[in-house]
């Protein structure tokens, strides 16, 4: 094994839920300066999410859950405008939910060939 499920999870799962998250904001009208205020990073990576420069190797959108989480997320915070811990957070708990529900076991193992979803239970032992 030469990536773990943490590497997994902050190289590939949260930029992809973070882009996700940019995506729902711009789909919503906001403009890329508003979406970096609102998620506190700048308008440069804004841009680099919607052109899928960044976070774009795993589709989180494919997982009704974690859409739906996600579109709760942009509504919460267009609505109450959290700080930028409250928000890391969030999309932290997310990546480890999608870590609990083996939904990264696929993705882990095309990265990483010495993966074997069939006998590793990592994730879905600790945060299932």
Known sequence: MKTNAFEVASRYVYPSLRRRLVEILYENGLKQTEIAQLLHITQSA???YLRMDRGALMD???YPDIEEELQSLAREIVERKPDEY???RKIVEISVEMLGKGYV???HSKIDPEINPAECSVC?????
């Open 105 to 107: 076991c696929q993705f």
């Open 60 to 62: 989180v959108s494919s």
């Open 124 to 128: 879905l032992e600790l945060f299932g």
């Open 86 to 88: 409250e928000i890391h």
């Open 46 to 48: 804004v841009s680099r």
